[in-house]
Each structure stands twice: as C-alpha cells, then as structure tokens.
C-alpha cells in the first residue's frame, strides 16, 4: 500500500509524459491520478491502527546487500497524516494548474505528479539511503517547475534555490555515508544512535535549509514570488514539511545526544526566525511576500516544537505541519487568484476586492482567521501545543512564540483588509469575477479539512504518536 | 628455435574479433564501391564490437578463477572480461552514434578501421600482465586515435587537437615507458605479480619508477594535473572520436591504474593512495573550477570528465575492494552518461553546422524532447542526483574513502559536487528555460535530421544511466567478482 502511494503518481507521470495526448486529456488524466492517491491515501487512514502505532504497512526489499542498503518503507501514525497533507495539497494544485491551462501542460502534469511520488517517498522512506533519494527527487521537478514556469526572474530564483538546498543535501549526503557505515546499516528501525556532532550537524544543515531555519532563508522570497501560485504552494505547504520531518524523524530521534547540546542554538534561530519572519511579513510590500515570510515564522515555530521534544511540543508541531501546509497552500493559491484578476500582487494597488465577490471574501477572511491563530482554529489547537511544550524548556522561548502570535493578527489582518476592505484599488476593475466555481473547487476542501481539524484536532494530535507519547516515541526512535 | 609459449585464443577472442573487424573494414576501403563503403565499414565495425562483447560475457562466465595466459603476458580474468564489456559496449555505442555524421566520405572505412583497432588495443590494453604488454596496448590504441582526431581534415581546429594529443600523449607514453625501465631496473621483473614479490620497495628506483607509470597512467585517463590535453582536443576531435575518448579510454586508463598499482606495488600503497588521492583532489579542483567559466559544451564536458576521473580515483585511492567495486560500478553509468551527452551535443552540432555552446543550446530540450530528457538525466548523473546511477556511483566512491579511514576525501568530493551542479544545471537551464526565439540563429534549413541511430544510441544510454540505479545489486555481484581476481592483501 505504502508503495502503492508511490508509485502511482509516478506510473501516472510516466503515462502523461510518453503516450501522445492532448493537454485536456493529460490534465484529466493528471487530476485522476491525483483524486486517486487521495483515494488510496484514505484507505490507508482507515486501515492504520493508530491504536498499536509504530510502523505499518512497511514494504522491504534489499537494493544493494554489501553496504546494507534497502529499498524500506512504511507509515508511522505521524506520517500518516503528512502524507495526507501532501496528497491533498497536491491534488488540490494539480487541479488549479489543469484550469488556470498552464503552458505545456503534459510536461507540467507529469512533472507535478513525479513531485507527488517523490514528496509522499520522503516521508514514508525509511531507510537513509532511500530517504535521500527521494529528498532529491523533489529537487528534480522543482527546479523545472520554477524555472520554466516561473516568473521573469524565475532564472536567479532557481539557481538560488537550488544551490542553498543542494548545500544542505550534499552535507547531509556526507552525514548519510558517516553515520550508516559507522553503523553497519542505512535502515533507520535498526541503525543505532549516534553521538557524533558533527553528523548531527550534516543533517541539520539540510533540514535548516530546506525548511527554511533563520538564516537560511535567502532562497525563500525569490522562489516563492516568482514560482507559479500552485508551485508556491507545493513548495511552502509541502516540500518544507520534509524538513520538519527530517528534523523530527532523523535529527531528534537518531542524536538525542547532540540535539540536547545544540538544544539552545536551534531554540534560538527558530525564535529569531520566528519573530524576523512574522516582522517581515507585516512589512512586505505584496501578497506573496505576506505568505511567504509567515512561512518562515510558523517554520520556526514548528522546528521549536519538535525541538522541544516532549509530548506537547511534538503533538503540537505535527498538527502545526499540517494547518500551516494547508493554509499556506490555500494563501498562495488565492493569491494566484487575486493576480489573476489584478495582474499584481502589490498591497498598495488592491483593495475593495470584498465588494461584489462574496465567495473570494468568505474564503480569503476564513483561511486568514485560521492562519491568525484565533480560539478555536485548528492552528491555535497547534500553536498553543507548541508553545506550552517549549514552555517547559525555558518560559522565555514561549515569550518569543506568545509576541509572534500577536505580529501574525497583524500581518494576517493587513492582508485581509489590504485585499478586500478599503477604497479599490487601482489594479482592481469592475469585471473582475469573483472566484469561479472551479476555484471554489479547489480552495473549499482544503478550507474543509482545516475547519474539520479546528473541530476536531485531536484527530492528529492523539493519533500521531504511540499511546500519545511522542517524547516516548523519539526516545525510542520509532522501534 | 625459440620455445612458443602455449596461447589461449578463447582469451584474447575479443581483441582478436576486433582486429577482424578493423582488417575488414580496411579492406572495403579498396574492395568495395564509394557509395556503400561507409556502410561496409560501420556493420564491420559494429559487428566486432558486438563480438567482442559477447565473447566478454562468455571470458566472464568461464573465467572464475582468474590466471595469466600466453606466457602470463596477459590476464584472464573477470576483472578483463567486465572491463573488455564495457569498452566494448561503447564502441558498439559510438558506431552507432559515428554513422550518421556528415564528415568527408572519403576516409569512411578507415575511420571504422580505427575505431575498431583502438577498441582492440584497449581490450588488450586492460588484460595486461607485465609492463612490456602494458606500454604496447597503450601505443596501439594511442596511436589509432591520434589519426581518429585528424581524420577529419575539413574540422576547425581538428588538426590542431590531433598535434596536441599526439604530442602530448607521446610525452606521456614516454614518461610511462621511462618508468617502466626503472621499476624494471629495481625489480629485475616485468610482471606485476613478479615485481610485488621482488621486494624492492624501498627502493629510490622503484619508488621514482612508480611515479612515473602513475603519471603515465593519468595522462590517458586526463586526471589533473596531467590534463592539459584534453579540453583541446575534446573539442577538436570528432564529436563521436571524443565520446570514445571519454569513455572507453577513460575507463581502459582507470582499470589499468587499478590492476598495475594494487598487483605490482601491494608494499608501497601508503605512497600510492596518498598520490592517487592528491591527483583525485587536483583533479576534482580544477576540473570543476575550470568547467565553471566554460561556454563552449563540449569543453564542459572534457572539463566534466576531468572532475568525474577524480571521483573515480578516489575509488582507486582506497585501495581496498570496496573501492574497487566503487570505481567498476561507477564506470558503468558514467561511460553511459558520457557517450549519451556527446551524442545529444553531436546531434545538435549536425543540427546547426556549428560548435555547441551553452547559447545555442537554447530550447533545443523542448524542440527534441526525447534528446532533451536524455541531456537532462545525463547531466543529473554526472552530478549525483537520485534516479541515476551516477548518484549511486558517488555514493560508493564517498563510501570507499570513508571506510579507509579519509573521511575528509569525503567532505571533498561533496563540495566538489556542490560547485559541479552550477554548469550542470546551467547546461539544463539553457537547454528548458530559455526561449529560442530568444537567440538569431540561422539554422542550416530544413526540419532537424531525423537520425534513428543516433536516437537509439541515446535511448539506450538513458536506459543504462536510470536502469544502474535501479539494479545497483547485479551490477554490483558483477563488479565484486571482477575485483576478487585483484590479489588483495
């Protein structure tokens, strides 16, 4: 089943891309496939028993014998729900690109799907060797993805985005080597742990990144802007919850030694990330900027979480992963939408938009008021975790977590009203639609999933980790 | 009468079927009319590749346990046997992609003849026993090159890589022959095992005689420093003579340097990893540094194969068989990947009837995307992503130097990567993201040749390149038996 998840994306990319077929046929094609994973997704949550835990539905196969080296993968109850993330934002942005009719589309399709396969491969890989590759699987259709589809400045955005990520992959390739011939093995159930800093290093590095970690983030702004919307939402909603997985999954649970060490510094980045982010989000001068700095503040906020490392920080930050990948994803996707009709994302020339377009309103405010982290939302369920968990390792990193809570009001409020409240603006015509049903289409279920968890959020945070102990978890590394 | 020491034919078959094959082609040059003479030729020529490699197979199979043949002047073994298929492979590869070039008719058949001679030499060249067969096989196929490099007389700068690579190459054949004398004069032997158990290692003689041979060695196999050759004549030579010198001299130059140094010289490895290391760090600084400022592709790609040598090396320099199976399994994506991208650059050069360069590589991915795909999975490979074998190479290489206790070899071949991915990626860059229109070029006319074989010779590239990733286990099991016929200490 595990494998399944895999493999149908990429059967599926392989088919858009060799069989001759019209771009409405490959776009159809693409979106079935899509609602198909979704489909094998939920069979997969109904079938896990989030009641034994631990690893299911595991799949091994050896790849090469003499350095150890399998093909292993299987769903944890925490990977579970990121692998739902991801099969929902992609089907959702695999949807948006087929209507908004992308320029060669079979390429783009496939390219998309191939992402699906690899993303939902990070988080279910578990071996080393094997998780790497998929890690870098990601990179392949992303840098097309940006660069070809991208805006005018999509060539400096990938360049940049590749070359910081691949810094970090390529230590963290150097840790991989290090750390499973030490070991004798690269299956991460059986490699042991490890006390080596400088190991422990290697992977952060390409977590931090990825993620991305204050200061880390030059890459970040340029790739979101000048990605195509639904690429955007990939790239903030999805691909940067690979980081957090790694940070959870290999980081803390493999090095409890030099995570404790190095506990302070990451605190810290994150908090610095967390406050920087939430400030430049309030000050950025366009919507994609908004979104994408808020990324990196709720980045920061779930890397505090997991470096918490106790109960409350690990629930909160794996329902955390799952509210900010939807919502981030909503946010771009809307932004799409607004340019779209405006031809610019700049604050200063939208407004008005509330007037005559009740659905982008309704939309546009929900999302925002999730993302705000307002009593009751799913997303102040998880910050609120979050912050309690760090609580326990020092009251000065929940200070830190308390003020960017208040600066994401602000940022989040300042869009909204930027967008749809005061006089209208000078981008903003008369005939410009509200949101089309397609698009209601693709932003109301993922909406649905985030008020569902607001109602319901134990729905992840009590059936992430075994008998609700992710400190317990951790410690065992996942055994 | 001079005692005739007893010959294996069914060992030296694939050289033997190449030298056939060569002779053949020759003759059509006289026996056959103008107008089917090239094809003549290059069937000839394929088909010796083809024997050769199924007479690899068979030397593989029933060659378990390894051992010296004609008077110990030549190894049968596996390692022999798996190096031989993968020349071979290649000069089937580049037949293929030679045919459809637009060069001048009237040197068709000896440009086979060549061909198929250089792939004998290599053939032999891997299988060497003693020095004597190891300067001889490089001569040979040394100098079928050489002439390859000039064949093709109406070629801007053709002439002039020839020159370099001759002189240049003879300098090194020299430098290789010179050493040869002086582990000769230290040892009393010309066979390697004979001059392992001479027990000379202390030796000046020896010791500067190793040096030598090492350099020797590394000028073929253009590592650096020993590299000043080859962007010249990479770009000068035939597109399809350059895609066999990437890979099929590459790789005969690389098991040689293994065989000779882990057979000959077991006493003095603390000396000739820590070399082989230096050379693998020289090689991977300048050939990456260099290829960064390069505009012209096919000057990348030498550049790119200087830096790929250094991977390989660090493979070498472990020795261990680790490091041996690291260097075997490398060389079968890497000859792929090498073939692949100098065809995809020829196919673009009979395209527009100038040299490639990153400019006029502009949205060729889009307008040939099954070429484009192929570029893309190639460049990939070279620079270690997942879904290619070249990924898997890396990692066996990193493992090796880590295992032998280098693991800032290691932190070395993974910077060297990170500044790779820059020309890597621009080459894809320039191949989807920009726009044709972007550029004035005047194309030659007409719509793009349609060449089936140079299509097909691509195509099977990308399938070795993608498939090494996926059946590392086989390929492995294969490289593993190879190396167990090295005496390992």
Redesign the interface.
Known sequence: MTTLLICLPLAAALIVWVLPMNPVSAGSLALLAALAEVGVWIQLLVRYDFAQGGLQFSDRH??????N?SYHVGVYGFSVWLVGLTVVVMAATIAYGFWAGRE?LRAYMGLMLFLNGAIVGVFVAQDL?LF???F??M??PL??LV??WGGPG??GA??KF??YT??GS??M??SI??YG?SQHTFDLTQIGESSSQWIFLGFVAAFAIKAPLFPLHGWLPDAYRESSPEVAAVLSGVVSKAAAYGFLRIAVAKFPGPAHDFRAPILALAAVGLIYGSLLAFRAPDLRGVIAYSSLAQMGLITMGVFAVNDLGLDGSVLQMVNHGLVSATLFLLAGMVERRTLTGELGRLGGMARGRPALATVLLTTGVIALAVPLSSAFAGEFLILAGVFQRGWGWAVAGAVAIVLAAMYVLRLVSAVLHRDVGPAVSDSALDLRPAELGVTVPLLACLLALSVWPAAITQHSFRGDHGAADVAAQFK | MIPRPHVDWFALAPVNSLLLAAGVALLSAVLVPRSGRKAVAAAFCALGYAAAFGFAIALYVKSADGHGVVADAFDRDRLTALATMIVAGTGLLVTGLAYGERAREDHAAEYYALLAASGAGMAFFVGANNLMTLFLALEWFSISLYILCAIDRDRLGGLEAALKYLIIGSFGSAVLLFGSALVYGATGKLDFPGIAAAGAQDDALLVLGLAMLIAGLAFKASAAPFHMWTPDVYEGAPTPVTAFMAAATKTAALVVTLRVLVTAFPANAHLWTVAIAAIAVCSLAIGNFAALVQRGVKRMLAYSSISQAGFMLIGVSANSELGGRALLYYLIPYTAMSVGSFAVVAARERELGVPVTFENMAGFGWERPLLGISMWAFLLGFAGFPLTGGFIGKFYVFAAAYEHGWTWLVIVGVLATLVSLYYYLGLVRAMFMRRTEDLQLAPIGGSPPRDALLQTTVFTCLVVTVGSFFAVQPLIDLCKHAVNALPWV
């Open positions: 050896t790849w090469f014998s003499d350095l080296v060669r060797l790497y590759a998929f870098e699987a990179l392949i840098y097309v660069g070809v999509r060539m990938t360049l590749i070359l691949m810094a390529l230590l390739l150097a080597v290090v011939l």
